[in-house]
């Protein structure tokens, strides 16, 4: 099990809802990993907004992400979005500019995501990335997803 920050989660082993309110947090990580209850993270607008790493990985219960706008928007080098072996996870929503100047998204193992959907000028400085995205969720077969910007 992995958090960053720590302060966010007093209970990791038996949270369920993980809801940030808006403006909240400015810290360099948002890292989730192997919380064993977790279903549904839901963090407001304005938040985490000097955060280059945005990592939720072996959170086999989770079944919806939703970022509110102005969120997560970090600029510079390598930064970076992953999500990965999420088993349960059925719906990602990122709100306008969200995500807005992240260069790498890595999404993997993630068999029952049935959508995503993005706000406007979100990944904003990787044009290529939401045409890539949604043609490569249409691709079932591949195992894992990596979209980099250069």
Do not use: W
Request: with cysteine; glycine share 4%.
């Amino acid at each position: 099990m992995e958090i960053r920050p720590v302060s966010i989660i007093p209970n990791p082993m038996t949270i369920e809802k993980l809801i940030l309110l808006e403006y909240s947090y400015d810290t360099t990580e948002f890292v989730l990993i192997s919380l064993p209850k977790l279903k549904t993270i839901d963090i407001g607008s304005g938040s985490f907004g000097v955060t280059r790493t945005f990592r939720l990985e072996n959170l086999k219960e989770l079944q919806s992400i939703m970022i509110g706008a102005n969120s997560f928007v970090a600029r510079g080098l390598h930064s970076l979005l992953r999500i990965a072996n999420c088993k349960s996870l059925i719906s990602i929503q990122f709100s306008d500019r969200s995500f807005s100047d992240y260069q790498s998204i890595e999404l993997r193992g993630l068999p029952s995501l049935q959508s995503i959907v993005m706000g406007e000028s979100c990944f904003s400085s990787t044009l290529f990335i939401r045409s890539l995205l949604f043609s490569c969720l249409m691709d079932r077969t591949a195992k894992t997803t990596v979209f980099t910007s250069r």
